[in-house]
């Protein structure tokens, strides 16, 4: 358990020829986290198929035996987790070490914070960069105690509390994260925990608490805030959950599939939750040619079949109301608009500066040493489009996002690009590099470029 290989590892990529080819990238990360917590909490055995095995997520499942449920792998791939029941979770012995995994220990203090175990939560050099107080403020309310470096970072140590209280908390920026802390410490709390939601943002955590069982009832005013009133202390029943292939990753072959020239790939089963599809919005707005070939339901969730082919694009401008759905994908779209002809401009990024790593700053250093126009504000990023020149060297900030995005890039740039690690793509896609091999896309090492 704990944080991937220290050693980091530099990678490159240079002019692609065309991708072709059928793929099916991993299970969604947001979901194959969930389905572990809840069934931590539900009696019984929770059947997970299709779970995404990245760092992330087999910090989560050690993180659900370290407080006394069982998780396996059966032979037959599927995951099984034998839960505990709600209030059932036991304290862990030793330190938590959530690695990269800001998803994994946000929600797991919502998961312990309403029973009366100490817990001492811990990350990778990024994970105990990022703030903890988001999650943290509510559930002091609901009477969690923490202890806790200033700035309410990691390590810290939490008391869950022994007669939790219910809430109603606005959520203040927009964040699935917090919401689902909340609502994790809702289900160990007696009464009704309500959670007021201005800006939608993903909804797995809803979905899934209704699957299991949990009486929850959403309403949706005109203005589209959100309010989530969940009922504590439910029995939840195990499910058979299927993950389904996670957008997020999905973006990659995507936009790979929209840049270089020639391209014709289909992307099988990706999740289509309304939440989760804004950077194919704005890909088709920019003109991409993304066609849905099959599309069927799964467990509440919508799937599709993607055949995705090489197109001009165009610059956009992407409103901020899209940005909680296409939050994590801004990197590789500034790889869609860096070959774009003319300008597009990206609103409502605030968000992004407090991910794996400064996102905003990052998409845009690595840019410019690519030599692609683009200028950065507080919340905001504009990228001029046209030839790549590349050739520069990607400071990636253990950040598996900003290292996929940048290999992209270097597929359609005149000199290769170089990330300084990649190595922490496995937190999230360890099969990317295999999977976008098998297009037809070649990477090389870093040394090699210049040769
Ligand atoms: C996630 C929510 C988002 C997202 C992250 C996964 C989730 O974070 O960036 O990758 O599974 O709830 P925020 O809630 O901080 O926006």
Redesign the pocket.
Known sequence: MGSHASRSRPLAAGKSGPLQGRVRVPGD??IS??SLMLGALALGETTIEGLLEAEDVLNTAAAMRALGATVVKGADGVWRVNGLGVGGLLEPTGVIDFGNA??GV??TMGLVAAQPIAVTFTGDASLVKRPMG?VLNPLRDMGVEVIARSGDRLPLTMRGAATPVPVTYRVP????????AVLLAGLGTPGVTTVVEPVF??D??ERMLAGFGAAIDIATDAAGVRTIRLEGRPELKPQAVTVPSDP?SAAFPIVAATVVPGSDIIVEGVLMNPARIGLIETLLEMGASIEVVAERETGGERLADLRVRHAELKGVDVPAVRA?SM??EYPILAVAAAVAEGETRMNGLE?MR??ESDRLSAVANGLKVNGVDCSEGHDWLVVRGGPVPGGGLVTTHLDHRIAMSFLILGFVANTAVAVDDAAMIATSFPTFENLMTGLGAAFQEPEHRAA
């Open positions: 990360k947001s986290h969930r800001g998803t946000r929600l988001r920026m927009a964040s699935a994260q917090v919401k689902s943002t993903r797995h955590t997020s909680p939050i994590d968000e407090v991910k």
